[in-house]
């Protein structure tokens, strides 16, 4: 009886220690979900970065990198005073969720990301569905550069907002939504700016600022496969909040709430391919992590046995 009460006593002791400490563990589900988003705040922070310093992680926070291959073709942006402020903010910000992200979860090194004006000039021509000459330079000056941050932030808020409710940790979930909340921040700032040059021609194309914005989001929307989640800064009244103003500062829903994206929709986004498991546009290798790397596992593995049956067939 008296060992029997000096163990219960010993696990008690146990318990009260590890509440004490405040450390949970996290499941490894909410680990994948986690890290998976490390790939677009490498991306954003490059973007960020470079765009305004002119230099990126492999310069301002090398110990982020984890020793993955530098960005390709990013560069100081052609930026009023004003607008470099605000990216250079932005850049921080993300070094602080990449750290933040890091101190939870193990997390993974940099995946190679092309971040060149060729990168978004190949996005923007997909969004008008034919190449606009000259071709678009996001770099070249503040509209082209917001314009090109407007294809970025808002897709991983999206996969912030969709990841939530299957997170179990408490821990998890405190940190998801200390991101999101500053994400979603970018995204409206990003879109306030451009709301305010609206009807701004984005020289030489004769296009207004709002049409590049509808065209971006519809390409996002159909790379996506998932239907509308997505819209630009002016749309139809009755896709306006309570369906009574063309005015779009901020994407949401009927119920004026934010769409919410899978990790499979990020990838066909930021691929730019609509699939998966075809890796291209900013990650020219795919993403880092067990959720990107799975899909592209699964794809050699069905290569591999495509290349086995047809071997098989053209032998018999």
């Given at each position: 009886?008296?060992?029997?009460?000096?163990?219960?006593?010993?696990?008690?002791?146990?318990?009260?220690?590890?509440?004490?400490?405040?450390?949970?563990?996290?499941?490894?589900?909410?680990?994948?979900?986690?890290?998976?988003?490390?790939?677009?705040?490498?991306?954003?922070?490059?973007?960020?970065?470079?765009?305004?310093?002119?230099?990126?992680?492999?310069?301002?926070?090398?110990?982020?990198?984890?020793?993955?291959?530098?960005?390709?073709?990013?560069?100081?942006?052609?930026?009023?005073?004003?607008?470099?402020?605000?990216?250079?903010?932005?850049?921080?910000?993300?070094?602080?969720?990449?750290?933040?992200?890091?101190?939870?979860?193990?997390?993974?090194?940099?995946?190679?990301?092309?971040?060149?004006?060729?990168?978004?000039?190949?996005?923007?021509?997909?969004?008008?569905?034919?190449?606009?000459?000259?071709?678009?330079?996001?770099?070249?000056?503040?509209?082209?550069?917001?314009?090109?941050?407007?294809?970025?932030?808002?897709?991983?808020?999206?996969?912030?907002?969709?990841?939530?409710?299957?997170?179990?940790?408490?821990?998890?979930?405190?940190?998801?939504?200390?991101?999101?909340g500053v994400e979603s921040g970018q995204d409206a700032v990003?879109?306030?700016?451009?709301?305010?040059?609206?009807?701004?021609?984005?020289?030489?194309?004769?296009?207004?600022?709002?049409?590049?914005?509808?065209?971006?989001?519809?390409?996002?929307?159909?790379?996506?496969?998932?239907?509308?989640?997505?819209?630009?800064?002016?749309?139809?009244?009755?896709?306006?909040?309570?369906?009574?103003?063309?005015?779009?500062?901020?994407?949401?829903?009927?119920?004026?709430?934010?769409?919410?994206?899978?990790?499979?929709?990020?990838?066909?986004?930021?691929?730019?391919?609509?699939?998966?498991?075809?890796?291209?546009?900013?990650?020219?290798?795919?993403?880092?992590?067990?959720?990107?790397?799975?899909?592209?596992?699964?794809?050699?593995?069905?290569?591999?046995?495509?290349?086995?049956?047809?071997?098989?067939?053209?032998?018999?």
């Amino acid at each position: 009886m008296a060992l029997f009460s000096a163990t219960a006593f010993i696990a008690l002791l146990l318990l009260l220690h590890g509440s004490s400490t405040g450390q949970e563990q996290i499941p490894k589900s909410d680990v994948d979900l986690l890290e998976f988003p490390l790939n677009l705040e490498f991306l954003e922070a490059e973007f960020f970065s470079f765009g305004a310093y002119g230099r990126g992680l492999d310069s301002m926070a090398p110990n982020l990198t984890m020793g993955g291959p530098p960005p390709v073709g990013g560069r100081r942006a052609n930026l009023s005073p004003l607008i470099r402020d605000i990216i250079a903010q932005f850049a921080l910000q993300e070094f602080g969720h990449l750290r933040a992200i890091q101190n939870t979860v193990r997390g993974f090194p940099r995946p190679l990301l092309n971040i060149s004006a060729e990168s978004f000039a190949t996005v923007i021509n997909n969004a008008f569905g034919r190449p606009l000459l000259p071709p678009f330079d996001s770099y070249a000056n503040d509209i082209n550069y917001l314009i090109a941050s407007y294809i970025i932030p808002y897709v991983g808020l999206t996969g912030y907002v969709g990841a939530n409710p299957n997170l179990q940790s408490t821990t998890a979930k405190a940190l998801v939504a200390g991101l999101l909340g500053v994400e979603s921040g970018q995204d409206a700032v990003i879109r306030t700016l451009l709301y305010e040059r609206a009807s701004f021609k984005v020289l030489p194309y004769g296009f207004t600022v709002a049409e590049f914005t509808n065209k971006i989001s519809n390409l996002r929307n159909k790379l996506g496969k998932e239907g509308v989640k997505d819209e630009g800064l002016i749309v139809e009244p009755a896709a306006g909040a309570e369906g009574r103003i063309s005015g779009n500062v901020l994407s949401a829903d009927k119920g004026s709430l934010s769409y919410a994206r899978t990790p499979e929709e990020v990838l066909r986004i930021v691929y730019g391919s609509g699939q998966e498991n075809v890796t291209g546009g900013f990650y020219p290798r795919g993403g880092n992590g067990r959720i990107a790397r799975s899909y592209l596992t699964s794809s050699s593995s069905s290569i591999i046995i495509i290349i086995i049956n047809i071997y098989i067939t053209l032998s018999n």
